[in-house]
């Protein structure tokens, strides 16, 4: 697509249930970035994929988070047992490659707001 | 460690001039600069990729010292739209991980 679409833009849940994020590059951007931002703070790295691999996943903040890439392109953040400190704005960016003369490009973001 | 901004926050008036600065604990072989509008998503500004580089665009310019791996950004002359947050961000070349500096949120008031 021509940018990065996230889904979805807004979710409401209760404490407990699980949540599932979705995540579409720009057609052609081999890596992917999960941020987490909540409100007021900065970027916490969550997790990197090239292609459909994830390097390192030691940003994500406990178990009950976990991430997917199926065929290069789409990208599932699944947060599971959602609890009141994971409410944040969940934002997803993709650039070319990983290589750092690339730049990314940021999705509008999730917001989930967990009650 | 994510790399450190300073100021955390500034308000300036139209006109004004800022720096932000972006030191790293770690070596830094290249440096973005994003712009986030509040309640909007982090929008690309400039990458300085070589030690002592400095790049310009419009009243906004940033440099690069790769020995002492800082960076930092110049804002002139201010414009109201200049206000948000922005964030220096850097490429762990070990992990591939793309960090993200602490932030400096500018306020421009008219």
């Known amino acids: 697509g021509a940018g990065v679409s996230q889904s979805p833009s807004n979710k409401v849940t209760e404490k407990g249930k699980d949540v599932e994020l979705r995540c579409d590059p720009i057609?052609?951007?081999?890596?992917l970035y999960w941020y987490r931002q909540s409100l007021g703070q900065g970027l916490e790295f969550l997790i990197y994929?090239?292609?459909?691999?994830?390097?390192?996943k030691s940003g994500l903040p406990s178990d009950r988070f976990s991430a997917e890439r199926t065929g290069g392109s789409v990208s599932t953040l699944t947060i599971q047992r959602t609890q009141q400190e994971d409410s944040a704005v969940y934002l997803c960016?993709?650039?070319?490659?990983?290589?750092?003369?690339?730049?990314?490009?940021f999705g509008a973001g999730s917001r989930l707001t967990v009650l | 460690q994510q790399p450190v901004q300073s100021p955390q926050a500034v308000i300036l008036r139209e006109g004004e001039d800022a720096v932000i600065n972006c030191s790293s604990s770690?070596?830094?072989?290249?440096v973005h600069w994003y712009r986030q509008k509040h309640g909007e998503a982090p929008v690309f500004l400039m990458i300085?990729?070589?030690?002592?580089e400095q790049k310009g665009h419009e009243k906004i310019s940033a440099s690069f010292n790769e020995k002492k791996q800082q960076s930092s950004l110049y804002l002139t002359a201010s414009q109201l739209s200049y206000s948000g947050t922005y964030f220096c961000?850097?490429?762990?070349?070990?992990?591939?991980?793309?960090?993200f500096g602490t932030g400096t949120r500018l306020k421009v008031l008219a």
């Open positions: 300085l990729l070589k030690g002592g």
């Open positions: 994929f090239q292609g459909n691999s994830a390097p390192d």
């Open positions: 770690k070596a830094l072989y290249s």
């Open positions: 057609s052609g951007h081999t890596a």
């Open positions: 961000g850097a490429l762990d070349s070990g992990t591939y991980k793309y960090i």
């Open positions: 960016a993709s650039s070319f490659t990983a290589a750092g003369a690339n730049v990314l490009t």
